[in-house]
């Protein structure tokens, strides 16, 4: 498997010139082993309890067959005991004076210019599996120099399924540049992209429940396909899960204060609306797509759309309006104040994997698939006119991200073994040009990530925790190892 299942781009000018490199003493890096081999064997011991207690209902109600011998012993295979866990305590040795003794040389940094990262670079984030390693990688793109490399790279304990920047950070007053993975697990975790060689999240969303520990579950239970930040409200963040919910979490303390259960099946996407930032608009895989008044916590607007929806979009040249993409192939526009599509077309043969409109370009679309196709649309009339196509060679198509400050920058991302991974400039392709490039631009509606929240919308703030069932989340257990930032000297 060497596949990118998720992508996102960072604006210019957020991220840290000289991001700050983590040097952890032999006698820290020695007490993270220790709890990490404590949590390996907490998790091991929780999956041995609800393993016995599955084993102890099969068996009452197995009928042992006489004439049937088992010559291998299969049905006792799972009751062997053996550690499926790597013993990450042979990995590192410490001597007396506190250093690894398997060292015998310092280490040479002599690329230390490149670590510096430009006021016109985007950063561009990678959510990257590759047999079982599944990496966060923190690319830099400059658009002037046309320079793409990787910076650096985070170790992630799971299969990434989706990743949303944000710049809220609970223990710093300042904007931060940090970013939120929702993965395979129920537990969301949030990195600061400021740091390298950081082997901790700055902040954890979520807890598993733990008998040994008398912990309750904390947030969801399943998957985390989508999050969506509120770049209004910044202390929100919506994530979506397998486990058929949607929960609103309050970043200032932890934990989750709205919870919506109106879904059937899995929920896949999620988006905040650009104006009216207490809508959430939802897609879920029972084929239907809702809209949210997160005040009143209710469904003001649902739709039956042509398939399980796969991603959802507000038009925010438009904010009226907003698409759905489907697993069989279907995009869908939408106006909210109405109940049938303005138009539906077949857009791909498979599921529909990316949808998204130019930063700053009113009506340019892309759309990528699963059928390996990557397709450019005008949606600017009142039907949708194909303006460029073409068959990628990145295999099928899982992800697609706009850049936030180039019109026509996009980055797609696939499961070819060779080749995953691309930044297009559909400017450079005469067709899109010749349709687009005397469209007039508009930034200011472009500007989706606006860090400068002016005082007086924050005293309009929303109050998700009015009505709400309190479900407290320790700060202490949310921060289990604080990571401590070194200053590089210069």
């Given at each position: 498997m060497n596949i990118v299942p998720c992508t996102a781009w960072v604006r210019k000018g957020i991220a840290s010139t000289n991001p700050e490199k983590v040097e952890l003493t032999p006698k820290e890096l020695e007490q993270i082993i220790k709890q990490t081999q404590s949590e390996l064997q907490g998790a091991e011991s929780d999956s041995d309890e609800e393993h016995n207690e599955i084993l102890d209902q099969k068996n009452e109600n197995m009928q042992l067959d006489a004439s049937n011998t088992d010559e291998y012993n299969f049905e006792k295979y799972d009751d062997e005991s053996g550690d499926i866990h790597c013993n990450i305590g042979n990995i590192v040795t410490f001597g007396k004076d506190g250093k690894d003794p398997f060292v015998t040389r310092e280490d040479e940094d002599s690329e230390e210019e490149d670590d510096i990262i430009k006021k016109d670079d985007n950063l561009v984030l990678l959510g990257h599996v590759e047999g079982d390693a599944s990496v966060l990688e923190v690319f830099i793109y400059n658009e002037r120099e046309g320079s793409f490399y990787c910076h650096h790279d985070i170790l992630l304990p799971s299969f990434p399924l989706c990743i949303e920047w944000l710049n809220f950070d609970p223990t710093d007053s300042k904007p931060s540049n940090l970013c939120a993975i929702g993965n395979m697990t129920p537990i969301i975790e949030v990195w600061d992209?400021?740091?390298?060689?950081?082997?901790?999240?700055?902040?954890?969303?979520?807890?598993?429940?733990?008998?040994?520990?008398?912990?309750?579950?904390?947030?969801?239970?399943?998957?985390?396909?989508?999050?969506?930040?509120?770049?209004?409200?910044?202390?929100?963040?919506?994530?979506?899960?397998?486990?058929?919910?949607?929960?609103?979490?309050?970043?200032?303390?932890?934990?989750?204060?709205?919870?919506?259960?109106?879904?059937?099946?899995?929920?896949?996407?999620?988006?905040?609306?650009?104006?009216?930032?207490?809508?959430?608009?939802?897609?879920?895989?029972?084929?239907?797509?809702?809209?949210?008044?997160?005040?009143?916590?209710?469904?003001?607007?649902?739709?039956?759309?042509?398939?399980?929806?796969?991603?959802?979009?507000?038009?925010?040249?438009?904010?009226?309006?907003?698409?759905?993409?489907?697993?069989?192939?279907?995009?869908?526009?939408?106006?909210?104040?109405?109940?049938?599509?303005?138009?539906?077309?077949?857009?791909?043969?498979?599921?529909?994997?990316?949808?998204?409109?130019?930063?700053?370009?009113?009506?340019?679309?892309?759309?990528?698939?699963?059928?390996?196709?990557?397709?450019?649309?005008?949606?600017?009339?009142?039907?949708?006119?194909?303006?460029?196509?073409?068959?990628?060679?990145?295999?099928?198509?899982?992800?697609?991200?706009?850049?936030?400050?180039?019109?026509?920058?996009?980055?797609?991302?696939?499961?070819?073994?060779?080749?995953?991974?691309?930044?297009?400039?559909?400017?450079?392709?005469?067709?899109?040009?010749?349709?687009?490039?005397?469209?007039?631009?508009?930034?200011?509606?472009?500007?989706?990530?606006?860090?400068?929240?002016?005082?007086?919308?924050?005293?309009?703030?929303?109050?998700?925790?009015?009505?709400m069932e309190s479900m407290i989340l320790n700060t202490n257990e949310v921060n289990t190892i604080s990571t401590k930032k070194k200053k590089k000297n210069k």
């Open positions: 992209l400021d740091l390298i060689d950081c082997l901790e999240p700055a902040y954890k969303l979520g807890r598993k429940p733990s008998k040994k520990k008398n912990q309750k579950r904390v947030g969801h239970k399943d998957a985390v396909i989508d999050l969506a930040w509120n770049e209004n409200y910044t202390h929100v963040l919506a994530s979506g899960s397998a486990d058929q919910t949607v929960l609103l979490w309050d970043l200032e303390n932890g934990t989750p204060v709205n919870k919506f259960t109106s879904f059937n099946e899995k929920v896949q996407s999620l988006k905040w609306h650009p104006m009216e930032t207490d809508q959430l608009l939802t897609g879920c895989a029972d084929s239907m797509a809702r809209l949210f008044d997160c005040r009143s916590q209710t469904v003001s607007k649902s739709w039956k759309a042509l398939g399980e929806v796969e991603k959802v979009l507000w038009n925010r040249f438009d904010p009226e309006y907003c698409l759905i993409s489907t697993n069989n192939g279907y995009v869908q526009y939408l106006d909210i104040r109405k109940d049938e599509p303005v138009w539906n077309v077949q857009a791909h043969t498979k599921e529909v994997t990316g949808l998204q409109l130019s930063s700053s370009c009113p009506g340019f679309l892309v759309t990528c698939a699963n059928d390996g196709v990557i397709k450019v649309w005008d949606i600017n009339n009142s039907e949708p006119q194909p303006v460029w196509e073409k068959k990628s060679n990145l295999g099928a198509l899982l992800c697609l991200a706009s850049n936030p400050d180039s019109p026509f920058v996009f980055a797609v991302g696939g499961d070819n073994k060779s080749h995953n991974y691309k930044v297009f400039d559909f400017l450079e392709i005469s067709e899109v040009r010749e349709r687009f490039q005397d469209r007039k631009y508009d930034v200011s509606k472009g500007n989706q990530h606006n860090v400068n929240v002016q005082q007086e919308e924050k005293q309009e703030m929303m109050d998700v925790t009015e009505n």
